[in-house]
């Protein structure tokens, strides 16, 4: 069974301060995607990560994929105040996408930055 | 535009109903699948699809029933057999070769 664990699960931050985020993921893979959500709404993609060394950014956000070590991470630079909200990632269970299309999700790291 | 609809937005059901959420999609996608989330444990799989007239258990599926009968639509009910079935429900499909997952905007479920 495929586990992907994010840490922190909470994070309060200041603004202007930078931040990482880590998602790991206890199979192979090499499908990873992020996700933001705002409260009581639907989830947005962020970044969708596909071979190993991946990296893509976003604005204040970069993510990141190392296969090897079964880590995603999710780097926030000189956060502000509108950054704020629940970040997930994902991890396609099978290597190379496979024939059984659905994801695994981590259980969220509720971002808040502070003024 | 191009899509992921779910309705209601709110539902409220009485103890021992059945109840259904409807997801229609306008997106062409084959995959589309039925997620529940609950403050805290993240997101976790009802059912999926893939074609069809053909859809598999997820993680949590006792309690639930869903269809696929038509391509652009994957309605989820949510049986009397569901003990706790206050949650946020979201409703999301992918093209068959890309799991990448777009979501509907989500139902909330309250049994009163």
């Known amino acids: 069974e495929l586990k992907v664990e994010q840490n922190p699960l909470f994070l309060s931050m200041q603004e202007g301060k930078n931040y990482t985020i880590y998602c790991n993921y206890s199979?192979?893979?090499?499908?990873l995607y992020w996700y933001r959500q705002d409260p009581g709404k639907s989830l947005e993609s962020l970044f969708v990560l596909l071979s190993n060394g991946a990296v893509k950014q976003e604005g204040r956000l970069m993510a990141s994929l190392d296969t090897k070590a079964r880590l995603s991470t999710l780097h926030i630079t000189a956060a502000v105040h509108d950054l704020s909200a629940t970040y997930f990632c994902?991890?396609?269970?099978?290597?190379?996408?496979?024939?059984?299309?659905?994801?695994?999700f981590g259980k969220g790291t509720l971002l808040t930055v502070n003024p | 535009d191009g899509g992921i609809t779910q309705s209601p937005k709110y539902l409220f059901r009485k103890e021992g109903q059945n109840v259904t959420l409807s997801c229609e999609q306008n997106?062409?996608?084959?995959?589309m699948y039925w997620y529940r989330q609950d403050p805290g444990q993240g997101l976790r799989l009802i059912y999926y699809?893939?074609?069809?007239?053909?859809?598999q258990k997820g993680d949590i599926a006792e309690g639930y029933s869903v269809s696929r009968e038509k391509k652009e639509s994957f309605p989820l009910t949510v049986t009397s057999a569901q003990k706790n079935p206050t949650a946020f429900y979201l409703c999301?499909?992918?093209?068959?070769?890309?799991?990448?997952?777009?979501f509907g905007q989500g139902t909330r479920l309250t049994v009163v």
């Open positions: 699809s893939q074609i069809v007239n053909d859809f």
């Open positions: 199979t192979t893979s090499d499908r």
């Open positions: 999301a499909s992918s093209i068959l070769s890309d799991t990448e997952a777009f």
């Open positions: 994902a991890v396609d269970p099978l290597p190379g996408g496979g024939s059984n299309y659905k994801l695994t």
């Open positions: 997106l062409n996608h084959d995959a």
